[in-house]
């Protein structure tokens, strides 16, 4: 888990602005995953990537958008077109393979101003 | 896509009782269910797994038992402890070996230790 890095811990958002959620991880996963978690709810994907410079949409890609440039890395941009994007985000990662334990970071948890 | 069910959504027990939390899923080919505890403000961190080609995985005092015909799995804490006090969710996901999946996960069960 100490492995896997967010920032910020809180973060603001003004109407009509973009922002980005960093994840880093240092455990040398293959995989990365960014879930929404709502209150009294569970997760729900947002988007995963298996390798560099691929990435895949989950359940709610809409209003979000992603990159992978680096295996270490997989920021998450929450754009002006999430209505609603008040919540606590989590980035995971995992060894390819698909049934590897997913391990999780420790969240941003983003509130709209 | 996958559904999970979790049930109930808030568990009460004595110290000392057994808890049991129970999932079904609605895909078939789903082949690895994890459970993660998750204490408030806090990340999610993974307790037990079990894979489909095992009907029951132990670890001291947590137990996780599969019934893929009814597409149905259970988590089994024995004696427990305050500490235990947390949400639990369960999670489940297919991956035919080529790439890692997204989990879809439960929508939780509080559970609550009382002394």
């Known amino acids: 888990d100490g492995g896997i890095t967010q920032s910020p811990k809180y973060l603001f958002r003004k109407e009509g602005q973009n922002v980005t959620l960093s994840c880093e991880q240092n455990?040398?996963?293959?995989?990365m995953y960014w879930y929404r978690q709502d209150p009294g709810q569970g997760l729900r994907l947002i988007y995963y990537s298996q390798i560099v410079n691929d990435f895949q949409k989950g359940d709610i890609a809409e209003g979000y958008s992603v990159s992978r440039e680096k295996k270490e890395s997989f920021p998450l941009t929450v754009t002006s077109a999430q209505k609603n994007p008040t919540a606590f985000y989590l980035c995971a990662s995992s060894m390819w393979g698909g049934r590897e334990t997913q391990y999780f970071g420790p969240g941003t948890r983003l509130l709209v101003l | 896509g996958e559904n999970v069910e979790q049930h109930p959504s808030t568990l009460s027990v004595q110290e000392g009782d057994s808890a049991v939390i129970k999932c079904t899923y609605s895909?078939?080919?789903?082949?690895?269910f994890p459970w993660y505890k998750q204490e408030l403000g806090k990340r999610p961190q993974l307790i037990i797994d079990i894979r489909s080609n095992v009907g029951e995985k132990k670890d001291q005092r947590i137990a996780v038992t599969l019934n893929k015909t009814a597409k149905h799995f259970s988590l089994h804490i024995t004696e427990t402890q305050p500490e235990d006090s947390a949400v639990y969710f369960c999670?489940?996901?297919?991956?035919?070996?080529?790439?890692?999946?997204?989990?879809?996960f439960g929508k939780g069960t509080h559970l609550i230790i009382q002394p």
């Open positions: 895909d078939s080919a789903s082949n690895y």
């Open positions: 999670a489940a996901t297919y991956n035919s070996g080529g790439g890692a999946d997204g989990l879809t």
């Open positions: 455990l040398n996963h293959d995989a």
